[in-house]
């Protein structure tokens, strides 16, 4: 499967920004999709991630409650949605797709090409 996340830009704190991955290729709905991000300086990061019916979804600690992940496997894409964001939520945000249910980027074998979000203070 191939991916592309699209819709990063630039924002204010506070403000919101959504994020899209669309895919092609193989089936989409057979695979669990995760978003990542990486910041300058930093180690790529687990943000969250949605199952393959979409029915289930987790987060991480730091965007639990601001972050929310969909998918529509008949439209090949997932979505991030973020609200209220913070300067450090700035980084290079990737979906990527894996048949592991895991937080781990190891565990996806395909990948986007990365979308820039910035968030200025």
């Known amino acids: 499967v191939q991916l592309q996340a699209s819709g990063g830009g630039l924002v204010q704190t506070g403000g919101f920004l959504g994020l899209f991955c669309a895919a092609s290729g193989r089936t989409f709905s057979s695979y669990h999709v995760g978003w990542f991000r990486q910041a300058p300086g930093k180690e790529r990061e687990f943000v969250g991630r949605?199952?393959?019916?979409?029915?289930?979804?987790s987060y991480a600690d730091s965007v639990k409650g601001r972050f929310t992940i969909s998918r529509r496997n008949a439209e090949n894409t997932a979505y991030l949605q973020m609200h209220s964001l913070k300067p450090e939520d700035t980084a290079v945000y990737y979906c990527?797709?894996?048949?592991?249910?895991?937080?781990?980027?190891?565990?996806?074998?395909?990948w986007g090409q990365g979308t820039l979000v910035t968030v200025s203070s």
């Open positions: 990527a797709a894996s048949t592991w249910w895991s937080e781990e980027r190891g565990r996806y074998n395909y």
């Open positions: 949605i199952s393959q019916s979409g029915g289930a979804t």
